[in-house]
């Protein structure tokens, strides 16, 4: 439930707690079961189906299966909706893969694994790896004989600062998992928010069935883009750079490439006005190159994502439903505040954090302002996200869930209906394009 998905600030473990301290534990456990069986239905599979996409990728939090008050004692409710999920979609004939999104301890430095901090802690604390390979082996128990199911993405974009302590972790999983289930492909992500394999040597040769997954998201298709997108012989060759640069070790090796997340985020009319239609045809640009460029190399991918309140996701919520209107002026808030790391534009709030930029820059030498996952994260980057995506979101969590105070049963299932597919509204420029696509991949 990232927190540009489904309109809530900083992390799910937060606004989870905050919700049950307003409406009360078996409240809060109701809104947020009815959100996750509303969210995905068979309405969505068969849609998903109708555009000739054959696999989507599945994140889910370790939370689900584990408290970090009870560690290594199995939660068997955790299954519940990633299996209604998964029997939802191979009904409709398309594979899932599993993906830890958020895994103890926090594998990365950013929001979306759930750890509430910039530190990722799963490298710093062995206890956190050894209770994600049991996980790991748990899951492949129960889902080894699942042939809907594609395979397994351990870790979605680890952060590890070493570049040798993630190796070790995918060696170790790797045989876990082997133990039980020798079927299913296992996904490997890159380093570096799935960037980076340079120091991943020959460690191929001990995995078998194994993939390895990129995420190529272009800096053209962000609010902060160099430049305004206009498809250039340049501006492709840099996007085809890039993205042979994250490939290049497995091309060395003649491995297998999966491209896990891609895609553009989207303008809305709320928040950018009659620039709207031009910022997205410039986005779907964007897609239709990185488009041109995998299927010159017939690469596989997921695109970034189903469903959201309307900034990324191929089907998105309407502005019309109950949750929408709820929280309008809320989510007007964080967008000026600009406190959502993903796709952030800090027009409205630059003027605050530059100075502190500006000191920084000022005052630390150079040769220590780049401080790991830099190049990913620049200067201006980890300010913005200690500063706006961990700092002020922290004071925004309350004020999100007490939208829901007083609020009944019936009241917040009809909230949570918000997120059904009948419910949004459907992106048909990136439908139309990906539908497209996928006809002639499977003509060719």
Not at 72 to 81: A, S
Not at 88 to 100: E, V
Not at 385 to 410: N, P
Request: charged share 25%; with cysteine; net charge negative.
């Amino acid at each position: 439930m990232e927190n540009f998905i489904s309109g809530y600030p900083g992390c799910e473990f937060q606004i989870r707690t905050a919700l049950a301290e307003v409406v009360g534990s078996i409240k809060s456990e109701f809104f947020f079961d009815k959100f996750l069986e509303y969210f995905f239905q068979e309405a969505d599979a068969k849609f998903f189906k109708s555009l000739g996409l054959n696999c989507i990728r599945l994140p889910f939090n370790y939370r689900h299966f584990e408290d970090d008050l009870n560690p290594r004692v199995l939660k068997e409710e955790g299954f519940k909706h990633l299996d209604r999920v998964i029997d939802l979609c191979a009904q409709q004939g398309i594979y899932t893969i599993l993906d830890l999104h958020a895994a103890a301890g926090g594998q990365n430095t950013a929001w979306h694994c759930d750890a509430g901090t910039h530190i990722a802690n799963f490298w710093l604390h062995k206890d956190f790896q050894d209770r994600t390979i049991w996980l790991w082996k748990e899951l492949a128990k129960h889902y080894a004989n699942n042939k809907w199911i594609a395979g397994y993405n351990p870790l979605n974009e680890p952060t590890d600062p070493t570049h040798t302590a993630v190796i070790k972790f995918y060696d170790q999983v790797h045989d876990a998992v082997r133990s039980v289930d020798t079927e299913h492909i296992i996904f490997f992500d890159g380093n570096t928010f799935a960037s980076d394999f340079s120091h991943f040597g020959d460690m191929h040769k001990k995995w078998q069935n194994t993939a390895y997954s990129i995420h190529d998201y272009s800096g053209y298709g962000f609010p902060a883009s160099p430049e305004d997108y206009v498809s250039s012989d340049e501006q492709r060759q840099r996007m085809k750079k890039t993205y042979e640069r994250k490939r290049e070790w497995m091309d060395q090796h003649g491995l297998c490439v999966w491209n896990g997340e891609w895609g553009p985020v989207y303008a809305r009319r709320q928040y950018d006005g009659p620039a709207t239609d031009a910022i997205n045809e410039r986005r779907y640009k964007v897609l239709k190159d990185q488009l041109a460029i995998y299927n010159q190399d017939r690469l596989s991918w997921s695109i970034w994502l189903y469903k959201d309140i309307g900034f990324q996701g191929m089907v998105y919520v309407s502005q019309e439903t109950s949750y929408m209107v709820l929280l309008k002026d809320f989510l007007a808030k964080k967008h000026r505040l600009a406190v959502d790391a993903w796709g952030a534009d800090t027009a409205q709030v630059q003027h605050i954090y530059q100075p502190l930029i500006n000191h920084i820059t000022e005052e630390i030498p150079q040769e220590n302002q780049n401080l790991y996952p830099f190049p990913v994260w620049k200067l201006s980057d980890r300010v913005g996200r200690l500063s706006r995506s961990i700092l002020v979101t922290e004071y925004l969590v309350k004020e999100w869930a007490e939208h829901f105070r007083g609020k009944s049963e019936a009241e917040l299932d009809e909230i949570a209906k918000s997120f059904k597919f009948e419910n949004c509204l459907r992106r048909d420029g990136l439908n139309k394009i990906l539908m497209d696509n996928a006809q002639s991949r499977s003509s060719s």
